[in-house]
């Protein structure tokens, strides 16, 4: 019998949710800290779970005449200082090269944490006519960002992985059409995919990208109360344009700016996932996206293992459509592989034995609930099927249901102090448009604006300090 060390999350995840978090991730054999603080290593499960997220925005992304390039990740830092509000706003996250070999370099490189900077003065060459418009172009790359002190995996690194769309159109209403399209895109993915809810806004003018006009994001919420950014979508007017010369000619010849915006999906939405889905077993992961759908575990004797073993090869074949492992390592118990595929996070174990095997039928248990069928062989891949498809239901359903449990409405600073201190959340109170207002609340309760929601809950009609008329419903959160 081989050694069956002990595997398992010993946190709770309603009771210590920042070390169940970690362990998940590490245990399940998600991922692996990198060698330099804040970087992550992706295992298999971790990298196919953001590849097929990234094909699917990708594929949509295409349809709608979005094109793939890829620049450079060196920035020289003369492009940077060519926009001073989007610069300032990223300096103190800058890694810079400044030397190779024994030589100091003559200029410092900039490791993209962004890529406005290289990609915008080819821009400035590439487009002349109207005719070069509009100018969809799409990355998918890494960034460093280094300015943070306790980084947490997906959710705070100094590396990540994510798309950077970048498009230039000739008019300001082509442009700000375009910020539907892609959110849509977005919502569509974390719906389908990662079955996560979250909550569609604007940011304020304090909390929006560095050089944009507005900000506009989803908003994820977290089990421990905490919101989180999910995908973002910035119009940046024609700041970037002007500051880096990117101009056309009309049809009637005139020399206008370029009208601009910039949008991105991170690896950060894999921390999502695995936070609301997971359990105090280990990783649950939305079928869509997990490395193995099913695993095929056979319990047998010595006297019924070939028996046993042979239903099951016969099993694994019929499933070939599916991401299904036959786990026929011999010297480990029946129990031990149930515990390490459930903390690994395959979606349904399927179990074989003498009974199964006799039957010509298995017996299927599900991940996300436990509950536990019977199958006749025949029918397993329809089988199979239906319950994959209706564990994805299950899960973005119960988000939402997680998602309406954190989404409170104050009427009153008192009110709002309380439920930030007790339950955390999403709470809906009343802004008058004031930064004073804004930097109060976040200094008295943790609390900021993550966004003013589209479709507030309940619309408020008094700031909820200064007692002024309110301009906005915004939502307020602790966030990380």
Same mark, same amino acid.
């Given at each position: 019998?081989?050694?069956?060390?002990?595997?398992?999350?010993?946190?709770?995840?309603?009771?210590?949710?920042?070390?169940?978090?970690?362990?998940?991730?590490?245990?399940?054999?998600?991922?692996?800290?990198?060698?330099?603080?804040?970087?992550?290593?992706?295992?298999?499960?971790?990298?196919?779970?953001?590849?097929?997220?990234?094909?699917?925005?990708?594929?949509?992304?295409?349809?709608?005449?979005?094109?793939?390039?890829?620049?450079?990740?060196?920035?020289?830092?003369?492009?940077?200082?060519?926009?001073?509000?989007?610069?300032?706003?990223?300096?103190?996250?800058?890694?810079?090269?400044?030397?190779?070999?024994?030589?100091?370099?003559?200029?410092?490189?900039?490791?993209?944490?962004?890529?406005?900077?290289?990609?915008?003065?080819?821009?400035?060459?590439?487009?002349?006519?109207?005719?070069?418009?509009?100018?969809?172009?799409?990355?998918?790359?890494?960034?460093?960002?280094?300015?943070?002190?306790?980084?947490?995996?997906?959710?705070?690194?100094?590396?990540?992985?994510?798309?950077?769309?970048?498009?230039?159109?000739?008019?300001?209403?082509?442009?700000?059409?375009?910020?539907?399209?892609?959110?849509?895109?977005?919502?569509?993915?974390?719906?389908?995919?990662?079955?996560?809810?979250?909550?569609?806004?604007?940011?304020?003018?304090?909390?929006?990208?560095?050089?944009?006009?507005?900000?506009?994001?989803?908003?994820?919420?977290?089990?421990?109360?905490?919101?989180?950014?999910?995908?973002?979508?910035?119009?940046?007017?024609?700041?970037? *344009?002007? +500051?880096?010369? !990117? /101009?056309?000619?009309? #049809?009637?010849?005139?020399? $206008?700016?370029?009208?601009?915006?910039?949008?991105?999906?991170?690896?950060?939405?894999?921390?999502?996932?695995?936070?609301?889905?997971?359990?105090?077993?280990?990783?649950?992961?939305?079928?869509?996206?997990?490395?193995?759908?099913?695993?095929?575990?056979?319990?047998?004797?010595?006297?019924?293992?070939?028996?046993?073993?042979?239903?099951?090869?016969?099993?694994?074949?019929?499933?070939?459509?599916?991401?299904?492992?036959?786990?026929?390592?011999?010297?480990?118990?029946?129990?031990?592989?149930?515990?390490?595929?459930?903390?690994?996070?395959?979606?349904?174990?399927?179990?074989?034995?003498?009974?199964?095997?006799?039957?010509?039928?298995?017996?299927?248990?599900?991940?996300?609930?436990?509950?536990?069928?019977? *199958?006749? +062989?025949?029918? !397993? /891949?329809?089988?199979? #099927?239906?319950?994959?498809? $209706?564990?994805?239901?299950?899960?973005?359903?119960?988000?939402?249901?997680?998602?309406?449990?954190?989404?409170?409405?104050?009427?009153?600073?008192?009110?709002?102090?309380?439920?930030?201190?007790?339950?955390?959340?999403?709470?809906?109170?009343?802004?008058?448009?004031?930064?004073?207002?804004?930097?109060?609340?976040?200094?008295?309760?943790?609390?900021?604006?993550?966004?003013?929601?589209?479709?507030?809950?309940?619309?408020?009609?008094?700031?909820?300090?200064?007692?002024?008329?309110?301009?906005?419903?915004?939502?307020?959160?602790?966030?990380?």
């Amino acid at each position: 019998m081989a050694e069956e060390k002990t595997k398992g999350i010993t946190a709770k995840k309603n009771e210590n949710f920042s070390e169940w978090y970690v362990q998940v991730l590490i245990e399940s054999g998600f991922v692996d800290y990198g060698e330099v603080s804040g970087t992550l290593v992706f295992k298999p499960a971790a990298y196919f779970a953001w590849h097929e997220a990234m094909h699917a925005i990708d594929k949509e992304f295409k349809k709608s005449g979005i094109e793939d390039v890829y620049y450079p990740m060196l920035i020289p830092e003369r492009f940077l200082k060519q926009e001073e509000t989007h610069f300032k706003g990223f300096v103190p996250e800058v890694a810079w090269v400044t030397e190779t070999g024994g030589s100091k370099l003559e200029e410092k490189l900039a490791i993209r944490p962004t890529s406005e900077a290289i990609m915008y003065p080819h821009y400035a060459k590439m487009i002349r006519s109207w005719r070069d418009l509009p100018l969809r172009y799409n990355q998918w790359n890494s960034v460093i960002r280094w300015e943070f002190k306790h980084p947490t995996p997906f959710i705070r690194t100094r590396e990540f992985l994510w798309n950077e769309g970048h498009s230039a159109f000739a008019t300001e209403k082509e442009a700000n059409a375009e910020k539907n399209q892609v959110l849509g895109i977005y919502k569509k993915a974390i719906k389908e995919y990662l079955a996560v809810h979250g909550v569609e806004g604007r940011k304020t003018d304090k909390e929006k990208f560095s050089g944009a006009v507005s900000s506009h994001s989803i908003e994820h919420i977290l089990p421990d109360g905490y919101a989180l950014q999910g995908p973002d979508f910035h119009i940046d007017g024609q700041n970037f *344009a002007k +500051a880096y010369g !990117i /101009k056309y000619l009309d #049809k009637e010849g005139k020399e $206008e700016y370029a009208w601009q915006n910039t949008f991105a999906f991170t690896t950060r939405e894999l921390g999502v996932i695995v936070a609301v889905h997971s359990d105090d077993k280990g990783l649950v992961m939305p079928p869509k996206l997990a490395y193995v759908q099913a695993v095929i575990i056979p319990i047998y004797r010595k006297e019924n293992q070939e028996k046993v073993m042979a239903f099951a090869r016969t099993i694994h074949k019929k499933l070939s459509a599916f991401r299904v492992r036959l786990d026929d390592r011999e010297g480990y118990s029946p129990g031990y592989k149930f515990n390490e595929w459930e903390l690994k996070g395959a979606c349904l174990r399927i179990e074989i034995g003498e009974k199964e095997a006799s039957s010509n039928t298995v017996t299927i248990a599900r991940r996300d609930t436990g509950a536990k069928t019977s *199958a006749a +062989a025949s029918a !397993i /891949k329809a089988e199979i #099927k239906s319950q994959l498809k $209706e564990m994805q239901a299950n899960l973005y359903s119960k988000s939402g249901e997680m998602l309406e449990s954190f989404t409170s409405t104050a009427d009153s600073y008192d009110e709002l102090k309380r439920i930030i201190s007790s339950k955390g959340g999403f709470v809906a109170a009343g802004w008058c448009g004031s930064v004073d207002c804004e930097d109060k609340v976040k200094n008295e309760t943790g609390a900021k604006i993550t966004n003013i929601p589209n479709k507030p809950k309940k619309k408020q009609a008094q700031c909820i300090l200064c007692g002024k008329k309110a301009k906005y419903t915004a939502n307020f959160a602790k966030s990380y």
